[in-house]
């Protein structure tokens, strides 16, 4: 629903139309999002499973790249539930705060409710490569939004976060990529509930080296300080105060209040 909305705010033919369209779309993806809660209301301990993908609720799955055994695998659990509610409700509230925005205001909506897409596919991806994807996506909005509508020294802070960034996303194909190449023939997925549950690539990751070290422990490092950029933690933190003190008021309420969250979601999600 965002991803439409961001293309029809764009062809709103002036800004008053574009700021009700945008803040509409996104008040209308939070109301969707609370018909998630009923299928967990009641459901205890057992929405997140005794086991890893236990639990999943409104699965949606399809082949999407067969040749690389990729899907497009999204669904709705007790670990990002919670997360899916916040970014849908906080992305409605930035939009409602973006009201006061008065330069390109169709970019401006068009993409947030871009950014909105990339974070919601994150938390929904139960597939790693559709997970990278929504991880990417997320990239060139919040970049455009700090460097064009950002205060004095957006240029800078825009830059340092897409390096940061970027340098995360890099370890982090890095490691995808070693989980699907490193799986034992006939065994090589995205998926990341067999990644996680599959005995057979359990054994070869704790077997297998890289470089000469131990595959899985090496592999958490690359993960970790990929999400650790988002988070951030130190030393991977200095990004963040350009990037809050520059961005735009609705955009630093996105910064706080669901990006910074992202990184502890991929260590809980990838990292199992």
């Not at 006939?186 to 080296?209: C, M, N, V, W, Y």
């Not at 490092?221 to 650790?228: M, N, P, R, T």
Request: with cysteine.
């Amino acid at each position: 629903l965002p991803a439409i909305g961001a293309v029809i705010v764009l062809l709103m033919p002036g800004d008053r139309l574009a700021r009700w369209a945008g803040f509409l779309f996104a008040l209308a993806t939070f109301a969707l999002s609370l018909w998630l809660l009923p299928a967990f209301m009641g459901d205890g301990a057992s929405a997140f499973g005794s086991r890893y993908g236990e639990g999943v609720h409104f699965r949606e799955h399809c082949s999407w790249i067969p040749a690389l055994n990729v899907h497009y695998y999204v669904g709705v659990d007790g670990l990002s539930l919670p997360m899916v509610l916040l970014t849908t409700f906080i992305t409605a509230l930035s939009a409602l705060a973006a009201f006061s925005i008065t330069k390109a205001v169709r970019g401006f909506f068009s993409l947030l409710l871009l950014l909105e897409t990339g974070m919601l596919g994150v938390f929904l991806s139960l597939d790693f490569f559709l997970f990278y994807v929504f991880w990417e996506v997320m990239l060139l909005p919040m970049y455009f939004l700090i460097g064009v509508w950002g205060g004095p020294r957006k240029e800078y802070a825009a830059i340092k976060f897409f390096i940061y960034t970027l340098a995360g996303s890099v370890l982090m194909l890095v490691a995808l990529l070693a989980f699907y190449f490193y799986a034992p023939a006939g065994h090589r997925t995205f998926d990341l509930i067999k990644l996680a549950t599959d005995p057979e690539i359990q054994q070869a990751f704790g077997s297998a080296t890289f470089m000469g070290w131990r595959f899985a422990p090496f592999m958490f490092v690359f993960l970790y300080i990929g999400f650790a950029i988002k988070i951030p933690v130190f030393p991977f933190h200095t990004w963040l105060p350009d990037a809050h003190v520059e961005a735009p008021t609705p955009i630093s309420m996105i910064l706080a209040g669901v990006l910074l969250k992202m990184g502890a979601y991929g260590l809980l999600r990838i990292s199992y």
